[in-house]
């Protein structure tokens, strides 16, 4: 009986959709704010927090939570996204290790900390050092968010958002670069991991190159943060519980900028 009761909660949240009123609900003020629930209103909820969820091939993958998606988005794009994730964290980790003063010079962090373009009256360098475990959590962030976009960029029926021409391309590019051929040696093997960092580069640069106008998630990346305001049971973030997210994003481009 207690079984049978669980089985029907599960298949009635499998088939929850996310409203985009909030009329006959407890008033969530941040979530007004946001905006996520009108742009991802009419989507499952269990299907958009399992396009983040991680890759069998991926350490984070866990069988008693995560699903394997090679049925629904092929086995070898799965095998290539899992390489994109790990040419991503490579990028990030040495991002990290080249934002200090040695490397960029202080002149350089203070510049990217500046709470306003052209103001001088704040010379608090940019902090860029972060403790392994808190460095883990921000690529998290980065590499839900290339999930996101690697499983939506070609299928219908998802959460819309405007990728440019240049963006498509450096996609692509980057997909390609993630394609392991058959017999490839260990040296081969080496060249494809540089290609597909540099790949991994160029792409999310390209990401966060685009004017918004009126509709932020016209954005790739607004989009992904919009749906990583869903946590694991599909409830929505509290403000509080989201600036991690928020500080990875923002923290992480910073890094880019000064690599």
Not at 10 to 20: M, Y
Not at 117 to 142: A, C, H, I
Not at 161 to 175: D, G, I, M, P, V
Not at 208 to 234: K, M, P, T, Y
């Amino acid at each position: 009986m207690l079984d049978s009761v669980k089985a029907a909660r599960a298949a009635k949240q499998a088939e929850h959709r996310i409203e985009g009123s909030s009329r006959g609900c407890v008033a969530n003020p941040w979530l007004d704010f946001v905006g996520w629930h009108r742009h991802l209103a009419g989507m499952q909820v269990k299907e958009m927090v399992q396009l983040v969820w991680p890759t069998k091939d991926e350490a984070e993958f866990d069988e008693s939570i995560h699903e394997a998606q090679e049925s629904v988005y092929g086995e070898e794009a799965e095998a290539a996204l899992a390489r994109a994730c790990q040419a991503t964290k490579r990028m990030i980790r040495y991002a990290f290790t080249t934002s200090t003063v040695e490397h960029v010079g202080r002149a350089t962090l203070e510049a990217v900390n500046r709470r306003e373009t052209g103001m001088k009256d704040n010379e608090k360098p940019f902090y860029g050092q972060l403790k392994v475990q808190s460095l883990r959590k921000y690529m998290q962030v980065w590499i839900k968010m290339l999930r996101y976009i690697w499983r939506t960029a070609d299928r219908k029926n998802v959460p819309r958002y405007r990728s440019t021409k240049a963006q498509r391309t450096q996609l692509e590019r980057f997909r390609a670069a993630c394609q392991k051929p058959e017999g490839e040696c260990q040296q081969d093997a080496r060249w494809r991991q540089e290609a597909a960092e540099k790949a991994s580069m160029v792409f999310w640069v390209q990401m966060f190159d685009q004017e918004l106008r009126d509709n932020e998630f016209d954005s790739g990346i607004v989009s992904a943060l919009a749906v990583l305001g869903l946590d694991e049971n599909g409830d929505w973030k509290a403000a509080f519980n989201y600036t991690q997210v928020l500080s990875a994003a923002v923290s992480l481009l910073v890094w880019f900028g000064l690599d």
